[in-house]
């Protein structure tokens, strides 16, 4: 797996929290893009934000949000962006336990 650090711009997003099993958060994304379409919200990609490491956050108390990126100006009320910040970018093809499994250990812990 090619995992990197990469700088990336502001993201104008709706999203969805989810706290638990990261295996679990299919529905939430299936909800929100549901709503998305239901609302005729254009939907340029699906982002998924998982902020805590299995290894040392029990799974019931494991955060991880379901996200569509919307275009920069499109008018929803009360919504939020991704700031600009740093993240760990890698590709996953396959089933999501694998990618859960690969993301346990920091990329200078390999």
């Known amino acids: ?27 939430v994304f ?14 340029q990609r699906t982002i998924g934000i998982y902020w805590d490491n299995p290894d040392y956050v029990p799974t019931n108390r494991l955060r991880s949000a379901a996200c569509v990126e919307i275009p920069a100006n499109y008018p929803i009320p009360e919504t939020r962006g991704l700031p600009k910040h740093a993240v ?5 093809s396959g089933p999501q336990r694998r990618l859960v499994a690969s993301s346990t250990k920091r990329p200078c812990d390999r």
Not at 2 to 24: E, F, K
Not at 30 to 38: C, G, P, T, Y
Not at 88 to 92: D, T
Request: no cysteine.
């Open 88 to 92: 760990i970018s890698s590709a996953n």
């Open 1 to 27: 797996m090619n995992v990197q650090v990469i700088q990336i711009s502001p993201i104008p997003v709706a999203m969805l929290r989810h706290i638990g099993s990261y295996d679990g958060i299919g529905p």
């Open 30 to 43: 299936e909800s929100l893009v549901n709503w998305a379409q239901a609302s005729g919200v254009p939907i």
